[in-house]
């Protein structure tokens, strides 16, 4: 059976190579650089804003991109095929497709980022483990489903106004997290700082590894637990072989400085820092948070902290026993709601994310019948874009 299942006996199926056209113009090196990015598509270096390597010579070498133009990075089989939002330049070891009169650039954009469309790239490989990626060669020859024009409209207007609602509600209760972990941070450091000394973490703790904690696993797996810190998925881990009491800290990314208690004996420090201590745990873990370990990230392309940063970081402290174990006690029963309140939150946009990603994967495969659906012009903002990454 294809990729795509049973179609529409309308819809007809077209071979990618019949479909697109490859664009491998070079020689103009005054255009922008561009970015190929799985959340923003295919824009400018300022506009992506990270930090990325720059081609800084034989600029005439690199491949002109245009509007409408779709890019394969070189990942693109994690997260889909990227839309060309400007005109610009972009690395030659990207393959450039310019869409045919046969497919609308937005219908083939929310197919290409579909859910059975990116196990489809996964079939497309080439290279081995981490050096993985979309083989053009052998993605060309694979059909796509491809409705009447008029129908890809109706989709394109339809996913606008669906995609753009679900996508307001995600970024609404993303800020309310955001503000409940903010919460969470101020209530810390005001039980925290007034302690009777200063110490440095490096004699507190100590740093291990192991196996890697893992984010790319499916939350519905059974085996698995999901990590939670500073109100985000850090990652999961087996429920089997749980022992002796760690700390987490999110190391890389979006999660740098993320801090959790967990019940096991070894992690990676590839994607986490594994803390190890004789001190009390639970005020340990409520010192780490409060040191707001993110500010400590190298100056990368992506947010990273090192263990000795860690280490050396000085920290308010307490010799008192008891003492550490009323500041335990106290902010143990407040966060417990701030921490529920978020996890429900957490759900919420995990469920939104699923339901978002199951109604493109039927509308674009043709499960979802759109034609005649009466969208509101006022509600199709078009603004689809952001958060685009396929839910784990």
Same mark, same amino acid.
């Given at each position: 059976? #294809?990729? %795509?299942?049973?179609?529409?006996? &309308?819809?007809?199926?077209?071979?990618?190579?019949?479909?697109?056209?490859?664009?491998?113009?070079?020689?103009?090196?005054?255009?922008? /650089?561009?970015?190929? =990015?799985? @959340?923003?598509?295919?824009?400018? $270096?300022?506009?992506?804003?990270?930090? !990325?390597?720059?081609? *800084?010579?034989?600029?005439?070498?690199? $491949?002109?991109?245009?509007?409408?133009?779709?890019?394969?990075?070189?990942?693109?089989?994690?997260?889909?095929?990227?839309?060309?939002? %400007?005109?610009?330049?972009?690395?030659?070891?990207?393959?450039? *497709?310019?869409?045919?009169?046969?497919?609308?650039?937005?219908?083939?954009?929310?197919?290409?980022?579909?859910?059975?469309?990116?196990? /489809?790239? $996964?079939?497309?490989?080439?290279?081995?483990?981490?050096?993985? @990626?979309?083989?053009?060669?052998?993605?060309?020859?694979?059909?796509?489903?491809?409705?009447?024009?008029?129908?890809?409209?109706?989709?394109? &207007? %339809?996913?606008?106004?669906?995609?753009?609602?679900?996508?307001?509600?995600?970024?609404?209760?993303?800020?309310? +997290?955001?503000?409940?972990? #903010?919460? $969470?941070?101020?209530? +810390?450091?005001?039980?925290?700082?007034?302690?009777?000394?200063?110490?440095?973490?490096?004699?507190?703790?100590?740093?291990?590894?192991?196996?890697?904690? !893992?984010?790319?696993?499916?939350?519905?797996?059974?085996?698995?637990?999901?990590?939670?810190?500073?109100?985000? /998925?850090?990652?999961?881990?087996?429920?089997?072989?749980? =022992?002796?009491? @760690?700390?987490?800290?999110?190391?890389?990314?979006?999660?740098?400085?993320c801090v959790t208690k967990l019940n096991k004996d070894s992690w990676a420090t590839d994607n986490a820092l594994i803390v190890q201590t004789e001190e009390n745990v639970a005020y340990l873990v409520y010192l780490l948070m409060s040191?707001?370990?993110?500010?400590?990230?190298?100056?990368?392309?992506?947010?990273?902290?090192?263990? =000795?940063?860690?280490?050396? %970081? #000085?920290?308010?402290? !307490?010799?008192?026993?008891?003492?550490?174990?009323?500041?335990?006690?106290?902010?143990?029963?407040?966060?417990? @709601?701030?921490?529920?309140? !978020?996890?429900?939150?957490?759900?919420?946009?995990?469920?939104?994310?699923?339901?978002?990603?199951?109604?493109?994967?039927?509308?674009?495969?043709?499960?979802?019948?759109?034609?005649?659906?009466?969208?509101?012009?006022?509600?199709?903002?078009?603004? +689809?874009? #952001?958060?685009?990454?396929?839910?784990?």
């Amino acid at each position: 059976m #294809e990729w %795509y299942g049973t179609l529409p006996e &309308r819809w007809e199926t077209r071979k990618i190579k019949y479909t697109f056209s490859e664009r491998v113009e070079k020689g103009f090196p005054d255009e922008p /650089l561009l970015v190929a =990015s799985q @959340n923003m598509g295919v824009v400018p $270096k300022l506009v992506y804003g990270s930090r !990325t390597v720059e081609a *800084m010579k034989d600029l005439h070498n690199l $491949k002109l991109v245009c509007v409408g133009d779709f890019v394969i990075s070189l990942r693109s089989f994690q997260g889909g095929l990227e839309y060309a939002y %400007y005109k610009g330049i972009i690395s030659p070891a990207y393959t450039v *497709m310019i869409p045919n009169k046969h497919i609308a650039s937005g219908y083939f954009r929310y197919l290409a980022k579909s859910s059975p469309f990116i196990e /489809l790239l $996964k079939m497309c490989v080439t290279g081995i483990r981490e050096g993985q @990626n979309v083989d053009y060669s052998k993605l060309k020859n694979h059909q796509i489903p491809l409705p009447p024009r008029s129908e890809q409209d109706a989709i394109v &207007r %339809y996913l606008d106004w669906k995609v753009s609602g679900v996508n307001r509600l995600i970024a609404a209760k993303r800020r309310q +997290v955001e503000m409940l972990t #903010e919460m $969470k941070r101020a209530v +810390v450091n005001e039980a925290v700082k007034n302690q009777a000394g200063i110490i440095k973490f490096k004699y507190l703790l100590r740093v291990k590894s192991g196996d890697a904690l !893992t984010n790319d696993i499916l939350s519905t797996d059974e085996t698995l637990n999901p990590v939670y810190g500073g109100g985000k /998925l850090i990652g999961y881990y087996p429920k089997t072989n749980a =022992s002796a009491d @760690n700390i987490i800290i999110g190391r890389v990314g979006a999660n740098c400085g993320c801090v959790t208690k967990l019940n096991k004996d070894s992690w990676a420090t590839d994607n986490a820092l594994i803390v190890q201590t004789e001190e009390n745990v639970a005020y340990l873990v409520y010192l780490l948070m409060s040191a707001e370990l993110n500010k400590l990230n190298e100056a990368n392309a992506q947010p990273l902290i090192t263990g =000795s940063k860690v280490l050396n %970081y #000085e920290t308010p402290y !307490t010799l008192d026993i008891i003492k550490q174990q009323k500041i335990v006690a106290h902010l143990d029963k407040v966060c417990y @709601n701030i921490d529920s309140a !978020t996890d429900k939150l957490n759900v919420e946009v995990a469920l939104l994310g699923e339901y978002r990603t199951r109604l493109i994967a039927d509308v674009v495969t043709g499960k979802i019948d759109v034609r005649g659906v009466d969208v509101p012009v006022a509600d199709c903002t078009g603004e +689809v874009e #952001e958060d685009w990454v396929v839910e784990e």
